[in-house]
């Protein structure tokens, strides 16, 4: 049947591959660790990328696109960057039945492709600044669970590289990235997040320092990183030489950053808003944002239904509402309503003779299910209100879920305690590396060593403890 065969709060897990898979969004592919991505999953990605295209393009980032392989010395270049990584990165060996002089390597990240023709292109100040983008896929060979766009083999994402005669100009331009992808959980995806600095032991090695935008999954009561916003500082600049010869004529190097956001944003969304029903879309990334269902009775008059249905679409349609109508003959309204639910439609609007009669519609909420009856003189009003009601509903729902987990302390002991009680940890923070180590060490038990997440922008007061190192509170707990 339509329902779903596992609950939410019983086993995530299988509940989540069942209701990407039930849902629509994802078809298991038969090489481990790689997912199709069905048209279901492929819009939102395509309206969170008309939005985040569009605001770049404000910014004057333009949009490139580079070979997708990497030859061995440029990929290995730089030691220390890559060297965490190595077992990661997928080489091609043979074509055909030859196997080729070199292996070449697949991009995990696309540092080493660009930097070597940045350093070309920036000769003088005027080369400045570049601000570079592209929209693509790159491999990383994983070998931890991998999950639908979670943790997967390939994914899409975009990179930006960007590199500026001062480091003024990259710490703004890190700051008003960060913002996007914020803009891009809270306001599309309805998904609350933290926007923080990462430690210096979980920043990218090879930057200056990292910001990130931390979600919050409660079901597993574990943070996960949303998307990211580096500064690279001069580091790729000395490695791969980008110099330029500044407005004095001295030789300088250029200060860098890097960001990126991946098709990981769809899960976080599936696993914060999903219910035992199936999918709960946001309307601002529904494909379809109110779906039209015929209810006909035996007598009463079956065309003036449909043909109300179909007026109702293209009224919809046309202020701008993202409507269909399903008008298949070969299942039941009832069938219509599981179905449609499991996929996740914002908002259900049936007709039947009675609505038929008194010209009006029935709507149903898909994320409380509550019922409105709207008459057909104000509906695209009515549905709007609904839809932004819904969009706002499901932010603040999922906002006070996520405030709820999180647990302020002061002491090791309420820190190990509230860690086992699967919450995410608010602490004063030192920021010493080898204390992280040493807390990731002292918190090794069966849920997984503790990890930081990141130290937030907004810091609640600190309170002035005598002796103590702490200089910031951070955000903690075990890793997703
Ligand atoms: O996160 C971003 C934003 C967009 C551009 N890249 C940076 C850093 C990526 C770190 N990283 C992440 N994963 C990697 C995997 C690899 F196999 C190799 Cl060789 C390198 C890396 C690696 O550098
Ligand atoms: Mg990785």
Redesign the pocket.
Known sequence: GLGLSYKKDDNFGEWYSEVVVNGEMIEYYDISGCYILRPWAMSIWEIMQTFFDAEIKKMKIRNCYFPLFVSPGV?QKEKD??EG??P??AWVTKSGESDLEVPIAIR????TVMYPYFSKWIRGHRDLPLRLNQWCNVV?WEFSNPTPFIRSREFL?Q???TAFATKEEADIEVIDILELYRHIYEEFLAVPVIKGKKSEHEK?A??LYTTTVEAFIPNTGRGIQGA?S?CLGQNFAKMFEINFENDKGEKAMVWQN???YTTRTIGVMIMVHGDDKGLVLPPKIASVQVIVIPVPYKDANTQGIFDACAATVKTLNESGIRAEVDSRDNYSPGWKYSHWELKGVPLRIEIGPKDFANNQVRAVRRDNSAKIDIPMANLVEQVNDLLNNIQKSLFEVAKQKRDACIQVVNTWEEFAEALSQKKMIMAPWCDEEEVEKDVKARTKGEMGAAKSLCSPFDQPELPEVPGSPAVAWGYMNIPS
């Open positions: 990929l960057h890559i990584f190595a990661e990165v995990p990240t696309s540092e990383r994402w990179e930006g590289h990218f090879g930057g990211t580096h890097s960001w990126a």
